[in-house]
């Protein structure tokens, strides 16, 4: 894989990892709101899932979490790193 593939799989997951909190974070019980929190998720396991074909797993963990990821410093992540 390279660099480019890495970067463009890296910003997929970031932009993901933006948008869903901000979809729920605007729940309102619209229409529109509803579907806003719809794509947000469809779309990040699409990167998700993208990244975790080519990279495997513990390659995305390792990748997420160096794009400053909302999780990457919670007590269950160190944890689980221990």
């Not at 997951?13 to 729920?24: D, H, K, S």
């Not at 975790?52 to 797993?57: D, I, K, M, N, Y």
């Amino acid at each position: 894989m390279t660099m480019i593939e890495r970067e463009v799989l890296a910003e997929e997951l970031r932009r993901g990892e933006v948008a869903l909190p901000r979809a729920y974070a605007t729940m309102d019980g619209s229409a529109e709101s509803r579907t806003r929190l719809a794509r947000a998720k469809a779309e990040y396991r699409r990167a998700e899932t993208a990244a975790l074909h080519v990279l495997g797993a513990e390659e995305v963990l390792k990748l997420v979490e160096t794009q400053d990821s909302l999780c990457a410093n919670t007590p269950v992540q160190e944890a689980l790193r221990e």
